[in-house]
């Protein structure tokens, strides 16, 4: 479980980015002074990645960045109209509201991840690619070829035990099969 951000945090991160950064669409910057002067407003931000996905946000750009200049989301809607939002954060103030903030090298500033929160609307498989799914199958099954050896070579043993020459040839067989598999690995 996440700390909570207290509103001064908050607060302090407002106002270094603005004194950093000179942003894309002018009504961020009026709507980034509100919520400073709104406290109770501010209470209910939430500073996230991919805010796409939340109920209710925001995704605010810097110069320098190729993200759009500003993007309100609720619901299924989205706009690039920021007095459509800066209204709706008016009207809605108990209401959280979340936040992106994209701006050159966001994802090495101290002061961004001391805000930032986990998104809990994000789907839980959105950061893994076609690679990591490919390499998590391979390794289990890798895995499952090992686990598959140590078995077979248990149950020669036991075949050894018992004198039973068919059933040794039969997992010989399909032992040599098993370590073909693994090489195929390396």
Avoid at 60 to 88: C, L, W
Avoid at 122 to 135: A, F, G, H, Q, T
Wanted: hydrophobic share 35%; charged share 30%; aromatic share 10%.
């Amino acid at each position: 479980m996440q700390t909570p951000i207290s509103v001064d945090e908050k607060k302090d991160f407002v106002r270094w980015f603005l004194n950093h950064f000179q942003l894309k669409k002018r009504e961020s910057v009026w709507i980034l002074n509100y919520l400073m002067n709104h406290e109770s407003l501010l209470s209910s931000v939430h500073f996230v990645n991919e805010v796409k996905f939340c109920p209710r946000g925001m995704e605010i750009s810097a110069q320098g960045v190729s993200d759009p200049p500003f993007r309100f989301y609720k619901g299924q809607v989205m706009t690039n109209d920021a007095e459509k939002s800066f209204h709706d954060l008016r009207m809605n103030k108990d209401e959280p509201v979340y936040i992106q903030m994209n701006f050159e090298k966001a994802q090495q500033c101290s002061k961004y991840a001391l805000v930032l929160e986990e998104n809990p609307y994000l789907p839980k498989d959105y950061y893994l690619n076609d690679r990591d799914k490919s390499e998590a199958n391979r390794l289990l099954s890798h895995s499952l070829l090992q686990h598959r050896l140590k078995q077979t070579e248990t149950e020669i043993d036991l075949a050894l035990v018992r004198g039973d020459r068919e059933t040794f040839n039969d997992l010989c067989q399909a032992l040599n099969q098993i370590k073909k598999e693994l090489n195929a690995f390396t």
